[in-house]
């Protein structure tokens, strides 16, 4: 079965703190991993996927197949940060629909 | 790049009614949408996907004859709450996806049922 953890439902860090969101996955296969941001009041966005390896907003996520998780992190906190993490992971099978963790409310105290 | 269409953003209806929420690719053609649902402080479950020109494909749990979808072209799909309750009122969320790219969200219909 597939399935997405993200144990905290809550995280708060201080301006220029690092910070990192955690994410474990299960999944049989091979899966995509993704990480979305969602911002108050607008739609989710599509921060960064572990196949393209790029740095977004600061941002960078490494798949760890052995220890099956996905962490995001960012070395230095800012304010704009503040939003809804969610990790999700597809199968690798085409069109399948993103299957989602129950997201982590990033708080950057200034 | 890509963007998602749904409307209405906020929609109240009485119990017994019907509701139709849209979702609209608007730059691109998108085969196959997905509906998610998201009650707060929740995650988006997955409702159904929903096919251009066949049968959506329901998640295990949620009933296709209350919800249903019609993906009638390539760039727009429909989801009708039918003889909608308090208990269905949430927050609904259409998505598209590129292909091999990622996915395009719809900026969601919150839905309450009075």
């Known amino acids: 079965a597939q399935r997405v953890t993200q144990p905290e439902k809550l995280l708060s860090v201080f301006k220029g703190a690092p910070v990192e969101l955690k994410c474990n996955y299960s999944?049989?296969?091979?899966?995509?991993l993704f990480w979305y941001v969602q911002y108050s009041r607008q739609r989710l966005q599509l921060l960064l996927r572990h196949i393209s390896r790029e740095s977004i907003k600061g941002f960078t996520a490494d798949l760890n197949k052995g220890e099956t998780s996905f962490h995001l992190k960012k070395p230095f906190a800012q304010e704009e940060d503040s939003a809804m993490y969610y990790c999700?992971?597809?199968?690798?099978?085409?069109?399948?629909?993103?299957?989602f963790g129950k997201g982590t409310r990033l708080s950057v105290i200034a | 790049g890509a963007v998602v269409s749904q409307h209405p953003s906020w929609v109240i209806c009485k119990s017994g009614t019907s509701v139709k929420i849209e979702c609209r690719s608007l730059?691109?053609?998108?085969?196959?949408m997905f509906w998610y649902r998201q009650f707060p402080k929740q995650s988006l479950m997955l409702m159904a996907t929903?096919?251009?020109?066949?049968?959506?494909?329901?998640e295990q749990g949620v009933e296709k004859d209350k919800f249903l979808i019609n993906h009638a072209s390539l760039t727009l799909s429909t989801l009708t709450v039918t003889s909608a309750h308090p208990e269905d009122s949430s927050f609904y969320i259409c998505s598209a996806s590129e292909g091999t790219d990622g996915y395009t969200f719809g900026s969601g219909t919150r839905l309450t049922v009075v």
């Open positions: 929903s096919n251009e020109g066949s049968k959506a494909t329901y």
């Open positions: 730059d691109f053609q998108a085969t196959t």
């Open positions: 999944y049989s296969g091979s899966p995509e």
């Open positions: 999700a992971l597809r199968g690798y099978s085409g069109n399948t629909p993103l299957v």
